[in-house]
């Protein structure tokens, strides 16, 4: 549907009636910033801003994205590494994972299924922001290395090397907390 609006050109899928970003945009952007460890509170308010956001480029009068889901994506995850950023600032690590703990047991889900979620939750925390933002990109938000180039402004090869260092990082991460 926003693909459609955004051949119209940006006043299309500005004054479009509705929401900017359908249901599966939505839960996208939210999947990237749960990923990108912002707290479940957050996510109502991160979303909101993938959305000013993209409000603000037609307001402005710029082109709209090529491919809006793949321009939204991107946006959160830059607003995850935003958060990130800040929340460094106000608290310590630890303090930051013990607010992080796994819920209780959940009917249907295994330990061993906690168990691993919780360290890959861990290990995508440790990565740096770079690294973290083309894995999410690339394996959460199921986009393409070139779609994360062009959105990042980086040469494709530059993606496929962070994200070959972020795999082999966590990777070892996993083996060394005997996860895997």
């Known amino acids: 549907m926003l693909r459609r609006r955004a051949r119209r050109g940006p006043q299309a899928y500005a004054a479009a ?11 996208r952007v939210r999947a990237v910033l749960a ?15 993938v959305r000013l956001r993209l409000l ?3 307001a402005s009068g710029r082109e709209a994205p090529r491919d809006v889901s793949a321009w ?8 995850a590494m935003d958060w990130h950023r800040a929340k ?3 608290e310590r690590l630890g303090e930051r994972l013990a607010a992080l703990r796994p819920p209780e047991h959940v009917p249907g889900e295994g330990e061993d299924t906690r168990l ?3 360290a890959v939750a861990q290990g995508l925390d440790e990565l740096p922001d770079a ?10 938000a199921d986009l393409p290395v ?14 496929k090397s962070r994200l070959h260092t972020a795999v082999r990082a966590l990777r070892a991460r996993l083996h060394e907390d005997e996860v895997v």
């Open 88 to 90: 460094r600032r106000q």
């Open 146 to 159: 070139r779609s994360i180039a062009e959105e990042l402004g980086v040469p494709e090869g530059t993606v």
């Open 72 to 79: 939204a994506a991107v946006v959160a995850s830059n607003l």
């Open 116 to 118: 691993l979620s919780l």
């Open 56 to 58: 603000e480029r037609a």
């Open 131 to 140: 690294q973290r933002q083309v894995l999410v990109l690339r394996f959460y």
């Open 17 to 27: 009636a509705g929401d900017p970003l359908d249901a599966a945009q939505e839960r």
């Open 35 to 49: 990923l990108g460890g912002v707290p479940q509170a957050d996510l109502p308010d991160g979303v909101q801003q």
